[in-house]
């Protein structure tokens, strides 16, 4: 009889991203994680039409990134504690060569190779300060902030004094060159087929820390004149840029700012030399910058847009939940894949056929080529073919419901793999609120259905991938329509599934998932048990405390925290505010290190709650930023699935005089 998904089979699961057409085969990024040094791994394989697979090269912790020029692969490695550094190996495998030999104390991240294979590009970060600090030390330091935007989730303290530089490697000499430098980040995108120009993404105003634009600039290599290619959009946020095959053009992924980090973007395609920019798909209801609420992707590459001859472009979006990918040109914009199912990254192979890494719902990730001209594919590779011969996924059934004023919604119920003949019901909400529930695999929720839960979850308004009107309901308006979409469909799924027990209802989230979470059992005594994670729970102290909360408030709360009404309006807005009335036990999960949202927010919940008499807890979880149950140690990934079971499982049902139902 097959098994299903333990929390221990995080250390078997395997995903694959950046694929790379080279010749008759693909190169590849294959990820892991390791229980025994509770890491991440990622190593280079190659695999041809043929399935016939190998490893290419597995001398870092992390490798990634891969160029191929001729028969060699270029990656950026790290090695033991070594900053990532830029290799070759041969693509057929064998001893990878450090090629950045001259200059360790710089970091690389992306490669990219040109289409002559004359030139490797490379962007480097040099810095010697740490974003997160050993404890205890002898002799501390001070830290000096000087910034608004001085942190970041994920990474820890902005370093003050930062180099960062675009380097260039001429295989055919060995020499590695250094173009130009800069004190402000940026992101290496794309080169022309020549090596002549480079495209990057800056901020318009690196001095402005409320300044967001951030376009696409051109460097001449030859004579390092950059040029602002999006400069006709002031307040535009640009997240992806490539070079036509002949190098006049370039296709553009990103928006015109005008409804700030919530905009939906568009494709554009801009003349390098006369700077001419045109929106492709103004009227394309669907996101080209896709927000999929998922836990088990790894190091995408987050390529949104490539050429695929010298008048066609090939692009993904996101629409209604699931990854569409569509071809652009004069001819207008052509949709040739809507299957329900996460594009991952892909490339193209020639001008009918590109590869896919992929994922479903019930199937982890799998390496596709598609042709474009049939709709016909195949698998290439599936990294977890042995797993699943012994293994089965808990299977999704998608379902379609309305709210209460008639807005169409949907969402997903993920059967318990039980043979009981009825199962607790565990209400899940995502993240964001500006992202979305989709046809990805779920880690998480795989597990929760093998412990014997039956999942259910939505994309309530505010989500991404039904239109910009959807995304912007939710602004200034927390609690209110996202509120009832969801308990509309918790309410739909039990009435669909006659297997979901009314009487053991849970609900748990993660960081808008979890302000939900703690907003519903401020409002309703329905459920046995809540467990929150990360969550925002005091609008008013997360303005000056989050690493995004000065910015992000004033948009979503719909007013700054300064203006007339503004501490009213946070207040309103925030679970603390509705402390009083929770009689749901709650527990509280948040990570020490989150800059996202700092764990005094749930400091704050849990004494409010707790000296009201409230059945309640809270987990800390050490070394761990916001992105704990998609990134963080994997060893707290597991610890935090089994805390969310032992809560749900002590509370087995509401009581009588607290059921509001």
Known sequence: MPQSVSAQDLFKLKSVSQPLAAGQSYVFVENSVDQASNGYRAQLNRVDDAGHQQVVAVNGKLNVQPAVVGDQVFFAANVGDAKAQLFQVPITGGEPQLVTTTTPAEAVNTVLATADGTSVFFKTTETAEQPKLPSPQAFPQTRHVERLINKADGYGWLPLDVTYRLRRFVPATGVVEELFQQANDFSLTSVSADGRFVAILQDDHPGNDRDFAHGVYCVDVATGDVVDLTATLPAGRFSDASFSPDGLQLALVGNDGEFGEQTVSNLYVVNRETGELSNLTPDLQADLVPDFAGDFVQQPEGKLARWLDADHIVFAAAFHAHSQLYVAGDDGVKLVDNTARQIVDFDVVDAEHVILAVSYQDKPSELVKLDLVSGQERVIYDPNAAYEGT???????????????????????????????????????????????????????????????????????????????????????????????????????????????????????????????????????????????????????????????????????????????????????????????????????????????????????????????????????????????????????????????????????????????
């Open 391 to 661: 293994h089965e996924f808990a299977h999704p059934q998608h379902f379609e419901y309305q709210a209460a004023d008639g807005q169409p919604l949907e969402g997903w119920y993920l059967p318990a793999q039980t043979q009981a003949a009825t199962q607790p019901v565990l209400l899940y909400v995502h993240g964001g609120p500006h992202a979305n529930y989709g046809e990805t695999f779920f880690y998480e929720f795989q597990v929760h259905a093998s412990r014997g839960f039956g999942v259910v979850f939505f994309n309530p308004r505010g989500s991404t991938s039904y239109g910009q009107a959807y995304e912007n309901d939710v602004n200034g308006h927390y609690g209110e329509n996202d509120y009832h979409d969801v308990m509309s469909g918790l309410d739909a799924a039990l009435e669909t599934y006659p297997a979901l027990d009314p009487k053991r209802q849970y609900i748990a989230g993660g960081s808008y998932g979890g302000f939900m979470t703690l907003w519903t059992i401020g409002h309703t005594h329905r459920f046995a048990a809540a467990v929150s994670q990360r969550s925002v729970t005091n609008w008013i102290s997360l303005f000056g405390t989050s690493d995004i909360g000065f910015y992000f408030n004033p948009v979503e709360l719909g007013t700054d925290l300064f203006d007339k009404g503004g501490v009213a309006s946070y207040w309103k807005q925030s679970p603390i505010a509705y402390a009083q009335n929770v009689t749901t036990p709650v527990r509280l999960l948040h990570g020490e290190w989150d800059m996202r949202c700092p764990i005094s927010q749930s400091e704050e919940y849990f004494t409010a709650v707790k000296r009201n008499g409230v059945d309640a807890d809270f987990i800390r979880y050490p070394q761990s930023f916001h992105g704990v149950s998609r990134n963080g140690l994997p060893s707290l990934r597991i610890q935090r699935l089994d805390d969310m079971t032992e809560w749900f499982t002590a509370h087995p049902s509401v009581q009588p005089e607290k059921d509001e139902n």
